[in-house]
Each structure stands twice: as C-alpha cells, then as structure tokens.
DNA sequence: GATGAATGAGCTTTCATTCAT
DNA sequence: AATGAATGAAAGCTCATTCAT
C-alpha cells in the first residue's frame, strides 16, 4: 500500500512546488523531491520525462485553471470596467490561492524551452491577448482613457501579479479578497475608468463573492 | 598585456551580466563566464570569491545607481506627484539602460542568501521606505487619493518595473523614455494625483533630460 | 487477440535482432525491444529470463542452423576441397541470409557469461573442430598443401565471415552466392587446393543450389 | 605529486584499454577506469571529453600507427607480393603488439558517431584503400591471379586481422612473427601470387626482422 | 597577480528486473 | 498468460572551488 492514498504523481507535483518555491528549481534535487514526496526516484520518473516536466506540470496546472477563470467572465460579458475588473480580482485570488505554483511558474518559467513550452507561451499569450483587447475596446468605447497603451497596460497588469508571490503572505492582514481589490481599483483608475462604471462593479463583487 | 584595457574585474562583471541574463545564473558556468571575459579562473577568483559574489556585484551595482537617482530627486524637494513622477522615470530609464543586470537581479536575487545580501536587501528595502513614505505624504496632504495605501501602490510600482525587463525590448518602438513617461501616468493616476498636479510634471522631465 | 498471428517469442527476438544489430546491445533497452514487437514488458519477461537469453537466444539460432549445414554436408562426404567450399558456401550463404543475427552475435557474444554461454561455444568448438579437422585430413591426403596449419587456417575462415557482416550489403551488386564463391575460392587457392579438386566443386554447386 | 610518472591522460588510457578489451566498452565503468588509473574522474574529465573519447583516442593512437607502417612500406615501392606481404606482416605484428587496442577497436568502433568518428573512417578507409588498389595494381600487371576481385580480397585481409585478437594469445607457442609470415602466406597464395616472386619474399623478411 | 590541473561531491537520468494483480 | 507500476542501483558527467607553482 502506498504511503498516501494521494496518486504518486500528485505527491510528486505537490512537493516539487513547497521546494521550488522555497529554494528554487537548480536548488532543489530530485532526491528531495522524491524524499518529500515519499516517493522512489524511478517511481517519479515512470509519471515524468525529467526534472524539468515538473515545472511544466506546475505551471500548466495553473495557467489552465486562471484561463478558465478569464473565459468564464468573458462569456458572461457586460461592460469593459466591470468585466477587467472581475479578471484581476479572479487572477489575484487564484494567484493568492496558489502562491507556491505561482512563485514557481513567475520565477523558473523562462528555463523551459522546447515544443511543450511554447504550448504554455501560447497558454500564456491567450492571456495577455484577452486582457489587452479588453482594455482596447474600452478604449474605443470610452470607458477608459487612451493615455497609456493598451499594450503597455496589460504588461503592468501582469506585472503587478507575478511579482505578487514575492511579498504576499496568506498569514498577513491582507486577505486575498482586499488586496484583489486594491489591485482592481489601482488598475482601473490608472486606465481612467469612468467613476459611473467603478461603482456599478459593487455588483460583481457580490456575484464572484458567493461564486467562492 | 591584457587582451583588453578594462580591468579584469569588469570584463568579468560585463560577461556574467550577458550570460546571467542568456542563460539564467545556474546555466551558467563559471567557466563560460571566463571564457568570455577572456580571463583565466585563477585570476576571477582573485577578484571575486565566489560565483555568488559575481551576482552580489551586479545587483549592488545596480541598486547603487537607482538609489542615488532616488536620493537626488528627493534632496531637490518638491510636490508629491511630480517627485514620484521623476523617481519611476528614473527607475524605468536606468533600468532600460542596465537591461542585462535587471533581469539578472529580478530573476536571481532571490538565491543570495547570507550577511552580504542582508546588505543588498537592506538598501532595496531603503528604496521601497523612499517611494512608500513619498506616496503616504502624499495622501496624508490630499495630493494622491487613499483608495490604495502606500505599501500596496508601492510594492505594484516595483513589480510593474521589475517585471519590465522581461518583456521590455530595447530595439522596439517604444524609447526608454516614453515609456518611463507611460507608466509613470499609469501609476500616478492610479494614485488618484489631480491633474493640476501632472501637468506641473513637464518641467520635471525637462530637467531630467538636460541631466543625461 | 495479439496484434499479430506470429508467436509472442517470435515477434521479440525478430524485433531484438533488428534492434541489436541496428544499435548494438547495451544501446538497446528492453523497452525499445518490447515496444518494436508490439508486446508488453511482462509479457517478454514471461518467455525469457533476462535481456541476456535474448542474445542466447539469437546466437543459438544462427549456430544451430550453420551446424546442422556442415553435418548435413561433412554426412554426404568425398574430397577434403569438394567439401570444405560446400561448408564454406554454406556458411556464407546463411550468414548473409540471417545477416541480422550474424552481426549481433560477432559483434555481442563477448558479453555472454555462465553456463548457457559454455553450451554455445561449445557448439561454435564444434564447428571450427569440423572444419579444422576436414582441412588437417586433406593436408595429410595431399589434396591441400602444408604452408598454414588447419588451425589458423581455420581461424582465418571464420575471421573471414564473422567479419562479412561489416561490410556486406544484401542490396549490393554481388549476390551472396557468387560471394560465397568467391570467398571459397580465395580460401581452397590460399590452402593450395589442386586445380583438379577445384574443378569438381562444380557438382557441389549444382545441389546445393537445388536446396533452396 | 602524482602516483606515477606517467602522464594522466596515458595513465587513463592505458587503464581503458585493458579494461575495455577485458570487459568490454558497456561493460566498464569510467569509475573503473578511473580508479585502475590511480585518477579522479574529475582529472579524467579534464583530459577527456567523455567515455567515447577514450574509445577515440585508442583506436585512433593504433590506425595510427598502422597507417605510418603502410605508408613507410608504400614509399619503399617494389613489387606487388613483396609490398603486400609486408603490409600484412606490419600489420599482424603492430596488432599483435597492441593486442589490447587492436581488441577494442575492432568490437567497440562501431558505437563511435559524429564528426570525429568520421575522421577515424576516413583513416581506415585510406588504408583499406591503399591495400585495395595495391592489389589492383598486382592484378593488373599479372603478378596477382583475379579470381577475387582487389576489393573482396581486401575485405577479406582486414576480417581476418580483425579477428585475430579473438583468438590470438602471445604466450601461446606461436611468435607474431610467425603467424604474420603464414598469415601472408596464406593471403599472397590465395591471390594466386607466382611463385617466383613468392620466393623473392625472403628477402623482405629479413629486412624487416632486422627493422626491429 | 595569475595559472590551470586537479578535486570530489553531487547531479539527473536510465534501466533490467520484480511482483501484486 | 499478461500487465505495467515500482524498484533501486549505478551510470556518465558537471562544476565551483582550491592550490602548488
């Protein structure tokens, strides 16, 4: 019987996060993944081509479940400000909600190359396209200002989020939920969003609240 | 004679950078770093004591030359908005120019570890206090709105510049400056600056150009 | 239903010869053998022993064969030359039928050890005993000269045509039958065979090619 | 100071060889190798590129030397049979004497690629080559018989030196020397070679005995 | 100041084989 | 008869660092 019922590649993954994130990934052997995840070293390698598999597993698991996130509010549509809205604080909250991961996919990613990483650039790539047309088509439609590019603005964006691993602690007087929307409200105003659309998102966070 | 006029220390310090920066600091070889300095391991290891100290060296180098920007601009005095404007425009613009380090120093910093990266972590720390009491000033005297408190505007400040270096290109359309100025808008009006405030900015980013 | 009608232990030692000799032995594993032969691990590990009874396997096929040949011919008897280039054509002839197998056991069966591994070279003793033993008993009739004993001569032999599979291509220009002719011939001329002798093999040739 | 006197890299070398024509190539670790060196790996892998290059290394120190040995017989000029015959005769004997090499190279070569590889081919090529056309040339002239064709023959010398080191030991009864002479007895008759120039070999022993 | 041979620990990965099912 | 997950030992190789010169 196997020391946890969890599947031997789930320990593996879950370890190689808490260690990658706590020492980064040329830090971190493959014996101490194995060691913590209570795993043979052969077993691990029967579920993952090598090291490096993992960290396309890690960041792959979490890219997917935040490209959820965003077609989900995209397909619910509404108003620019609103919907942009919604993504941030839903790409906070899973950020938060996942911060080993996080830390892991914003710090070793670029180590990754070959065929499978493009699929996760291309992952990524969907991301930034959604948000940035986003913002252009408030733009257009005058719900947001025009002084910074929509372009520029999507890189802050994610910038803002990927740096946040570095200094977000679950533990702090922050919850995830506040700083989510300190972000939110930081960006839109920085897009000049109108304060008619701010008010209106009361709304959303209510809906996305009782999502949860 | 050597195989160049600059001191060996600097050739080295200029291929780590490069290399650093290619191919992240674990992928590289200490031997790869002389090779290219075109400089013997003997004589690296004269100048530095380890591998480590090469990446102390540049991250020092470089918090070095953006504190001092940040220490003049505050010894000039001034409004709030139009200080804050002129630090991020000389942080994004140093950055610019150091495009290598930065993202040797945003990527690895994280694995120095021991007194000497107290000391680099302490003047880091130096410059968050810098932008984070300006911005706090700022509310306190109703120059900056108080929807974002200081401590998350200035942490979103540093992830958006720290973030910059790898998506910022340095042969595309956008000068140092111009974007410096984008992002610098972006955050002030996020920070709820009146515009009163921003317009008073040209004459900041006149100086600062006669400065370079 | 199997993916195909030949048996489990066919498909592998067809698919380990090809792999063998494509690769050599140590550079195939047991996987890439068991997934040329469409059959799982298990199921090759249930009719052989180890990779190693593969390689047994594999020679004591090709040996078996060639022997059967030389006691078929050296049972028919007549003149020491007549015979010896039967023997020869023969084995020339099954050696680049079996070109596969014949390189893996030149080049692989250093690496056998143990008790099975005595069995084969007892049959491979068997073999140069046969021929060493015709060309001993030709010299003593005078039917071959004296300059080279029967054991190297013998060795020479079997040097010649364990090496032939480096060298000889089946989609060539010269077909193993007027190889085998020729090599038969360079052998009894280099033995001093007398001309009369030679002219006999003509007989030999004719049946021989009616076997197959 | 170091165990021997030898330099490393022969050190390391000769221990290769005689663990590999012991064990085989596969079969030897470069630990092994290290140790019967009296070396750290590290040391070995200052000199040596990796485990293939020791295998580069030995056969190409032995083509080497028996290209030199052909070329100096080439210079020398003089009839066909009496060249050949002391091409074989060098090339028994400088295989005998390197049995351990001669060994090697000719089981292992074949798992040596890449470009390196290709010059180590191109060498064995120009001696096969040299041999080739000397025996075309003999054929030509009338001194050879051409019932095998040049090339056939070649293969033919070269299988049966390759051999040798599978079967030929130097405390046996029989001296290089000697089975270099039946050896090229055997060849030189079986090519059909006259038996006047046959006779005027003589000579060419000698010199070459005293060679040594 | 400078050299570069040598160290030795540790890394990722492979693989033949086993065994519960 | 057959599966394929799991084992565990060992392999080749790299690399930061030292030190006699």
Redesign the pocket.
Not at 28 to 32: A, D, G, I, K
């Given at each position: 019987m196997?020391v946890s019922r969890a599947s031997?590649a789930r320990r593996v993954l879950d370890a190689a996060v808490e260690l990658f994130a706590e020492q980064g990934f040329?830090a971190?052997?493959?014996?101490?993944v194995v060691e913590r995840a209570q795993?043979?070293?052969?077993?691990m390698?029967?579920?993952f081509?090598?090291?490096?598999a993992l960290l396309y597993e890690i960041y792959h698991e979490l890219i997917t479940v935040q490209l959820d996130g965003m077609d989900r509010i995209l397909a619910v549509g509404g108003a620019g400000p609103r919907t942009l809205r919604a993504i941030i604080v839903d790409l906070v909250v899973t950020t938060a909600a996942q911060l080993g991961a996080a830390t892991v996919s914003a710090r070793e990613l670029h180590k990754l190359a070959g065929e499978p990483a493009a699929a996760l650039r291309a992952q990524r790539r969907r991301y930034h396209e959604g948000v940035r047309d986003l913002i252009a088509r408030g733009q257009r439609d005058g719900e947001f200002g025009s002084t910074v590019s929509a372009q520029t603005a999507t890189l802050m964006v994610f910038g803002i989020v990927n740096q946040l691993p570095q200094w977000y602690r679950p533990d702090g007087a922050t919850s995830p939920r506040e700083l989510a929307d300190e972000i939110a409200g930081f960006v839109l105003t920085g897009l000049g969003a109108r304060a008619a659309e701010e008010a209106g998102d009361n709304d959303t966070r209510q809906e996305r609240h009782a999502d949860r």
């Open positions: 196997a031997v040329d971190t052997s493959v014996q101490e795993v043979t070293k052969g077993a390698y029967h579920y081509r090598s090291k490096d």
